[in-house]
């Protein structure tokens, strides 16, 4: 049961770069969601999706670009990565009307 | 803005003790309530989910709602140093019921 995988776990890249968080489940849950941690700020939605082909903007979607052509993927890109978009990045996935399950996260620094 | 509130604590209790943990929120047509257990530099756990009035048990922890006075808890008994972590409230939009919104957590630390 590998349940809802992110890679990498750890990153570290520069102001300017491109970067895509992945994300991968194996339950086929439609729901898919990015979120972000940061200190201060709790969990904040950079983007969700509800099935394959459709995708919606949460709090925080600028700077972020996602895709979801298979449902067992949603990968996350930065398109021109900022230090304010260093943070922890939790992706979850959910079959309603179950509650989200999330992945161990992936800690981006950006220099 | 919808909100949830949370007491950041740190909540301290001693060991086998009771740990009540709160969370007040301010949309009246959320649905569905959850509590999601965070251990330092992990991800969220959930912990309990909760949909009607009352109470709902699941071994040492209770999850009580009421949405007259639109606050959730979570009551955790016999309190273990394992049980030292940060505790998030979350609670459906009810414009869109599969989006979350999260409060801050509440910081517990069980002394041994």
């Known amino acids: 049961d590998a349940g809802i995988t992110q890679s990498p776990r750890y990153k570290i890249t520069e102001t300017g770069r491109q970067v895509t968080l992945m994300c991968h489940q194996t339950?086929?849950?439609?729901?898919m969601f990015w979120y972000r941690q940061d200190l201060g700020h709790g969990l904040r939605l950079i983007y969700y999706s509800a099935a394959a082909d459709i995708t919606d903007k949460g709090e925080v979607p600028d700077g972020y670009v996602v895709s979801r052509s298979k449902t067992e993927n949603f990968p996350l890109t930065l398109e021109s990565a900022t230090r304010s978009q260093t943070s922890v990045y939790f992706c979850?996935?959910?079959?309603?009307?179950?509650?989200?399950?999330f992945g161990d996260g992936t800690r981006l620094s950006i220099l | 803005q919808k909100e949830v509130e949370q007491n950041s604590g740190p909540l301290s209790v001693p060991e086998g003790a009771i740990a009540s943990l709160n969370c007040t929120y301010s949309?009246?047509?959320?649905?569905?309530f959850f509590w999601y257990r965070q251990y330092s530099g992990k991800s969220p756990e959930l912990i309990m989910s909760?949909?009607s009035n009352g109470d709902k048990e699941d071994g040492r922890f209770t999850a009580q709602l009421n949405k007259a006075s639109q606050y959730v808890s979570l009551l955790i008994r016999d309190s273990q140093p394992s049980d030292s972590a940060t505790y998030l409230c979350a609670v459906t939009n009810a414009g869109n019921n599969r989006k979350l919104i999260w409060g801050l957590g509440t910081s517990l630390a069980v002394n041994p």
């Open positions: 949309d009246r047509g959320s649905q569905s």
């Open positions: 339950w086929s849950h439609s729901y």
């Open positions: 909760i949909y």
């Open positions: 979850a996935s959910q079959d309603p009307p179950e509650p989200q399950h």
